[in-house]
């Protein structure tokens, strides 16, 4: 089938013959949104870090620095892009052991996957495409892993020059087998290995969808990031999308972009110190409350994220200024919340209105319901 035929077949074909949009699955593909910073060091456990939506799951396997890289020259920026997710080694572990590895991964809402649908005989194939670089070459192993059954497929692809951007184009069958659930909870991710130890080696590599074995994880995978404090990898234009043709990459603009990632992490920053955060008032002498709304709403009831900056949040009322270090949440949904400061006040006046605020540019409040 040719590509235009393809691209026909899925709609992806505006009367004008541009591809149309909606096509990339993945959120933040061009590494553009980093509401996080722009570096984490001394990173040895899994986490969200730089770059929304990527997640890097560790155990064992040395210590390391993510960052989102600025791109200036090379083969990724030339297609475009000016941002990537990148880990460098620091310490390293030359040595796994048996439950150790290192993945890159996203983890995608299962009620965004229903196109596919899995489970019947209108089950659709997909096709991953990716930049990446790193100065390890040789052959790495994505397990491709459906939540919902707990069911996978892997690729292979090769690095074959070292410091330089390669694209690769992975595709990805349709699976009659299992199916997605219509909910909020995790229906997908691809994990992109960068190490692992025997446990996850001594299997296969399987073509075809079938269910979840530990063994079959990575048995392709040659390389160890880890192995050297020398040793880095990198991606962008990290694409998924339905069919068998790689069309090009989906640019959505950065304000639509960060709202598909406020979805699972909103963070209020503070330019300056003394920015408001909420509305409050004093619930009684030693405590307040405040309401904050959340836009867009989020995935699920939040969690709150915030700084421990000594004396890092005020609440001002009338004409008092009363300092604090912990904010927390104490009810609410996934578009409001009550905020309380229940520690290191007194005096105040019950029922007096008032405002949060900061009072130093490290301090934040943010929310998270990442998966």
């Not at 235009?4 to 949009?21: F, I, M, P, R, Y």
């Not at 909606?22 to 980093?34: E, F, H, L, P």
């Not at 009684?284 to 309401?291: D, E, H, S, Y």
């Amino acid at each position: 089938m040719s590509k235009a035929a393809e691209l026909a077949k899925w709609g992806e074909v505006s009367t004008n013959g541009q591809v149309s949009g909606r096509r990339n699955i993945v959120i933040n593909g061009a590494m553009q949104v980093a509401q996080r910073g722009a570096s984490t060091a001394s990173v040895t456990a899994t986490g969200y870090y730089t770059c929304d939506r990527m997640n890097l799951e560790i155990s064992g396997l040395g210590t390391h620095t993510v960052t989102q890289e600025t791109l200036t020259s090379g083969g990724a920026f030339s297609a475009g892009f000016t941002k990537a997710w990148r880990v460098d080694c620091t310490t390293a572990d030359a040595s796994p052991a048996a439950g150790d590895y290192m993945v890159f991964q996203q983890k995608i809402e299962a009620q965004n996957l229903q196109q596919l649908a899995f489970g019947t005989s209108s089950a659709k194939s997909l096709t991953l495409s990716f930049y990446v670089k790193s100065n390890k070459t040789g052959t790495y192993e994505i397990m491709h892993f459906v939540s919902d059954g707990g069911r996978q497929v892997n690729s292979t692809y090769t690095i074959n020059s070292a410091n330089t951007w390669e694209k690769k184009t992975l595709l990805i069958p349709a699976d009659t087998g299992g199916t997605i659930n219509t909910d909020t909870g995790e229906g997908w991710r691809s994990l992109f290995y960068l190490g692992r130890g025997s446990n996850r080696t001594g299997g296969s590599t399987p073509t075809s969808w079938q269910a979840y074995a530990i063994a079959d994880e990575a048995s392709s995978q040659t390389v160890n990031i880890a192995d050297n404090t020398a040793n880095d990898w990198a991606i962008t234009g990290y694409q998924l999308e339905v069919g068998s043709v790689a069309t090009p990459f989906e640019h959505r603009s950065f304000g639509e972009e960060l709202a598909l990632c406020q979805r699972y992490y909103q963070k209020i920053t503070t330019a300056a110190a003394s920015m408001g955060l909420s509305s409050a008032s004093s619930y009684n002498t030693a405590q307040v409350n405040g309401v904050i709304q959340i836009v867009p709403s989020m995935r699920a009831t939040p969690s709150i994220d915030i700084v421990t900056v000594t004396n890092g949040y005020r609440y001002v009322a009338a004409a008092s200024n009363t300092n604090f270090d912990v904010l927390s949440l104490e009810a609410g949904s996934n578009n409001s919340q009550v905020l309380w400061v229940k520690g290191g006040l007194s005096g105040l006046t019950a029922g007096q209105a008032g405002w949060l605020q900061t009072t130093s540019t490290s301090s934040y409040m943010a929310f998270k319901s990442e998966l």
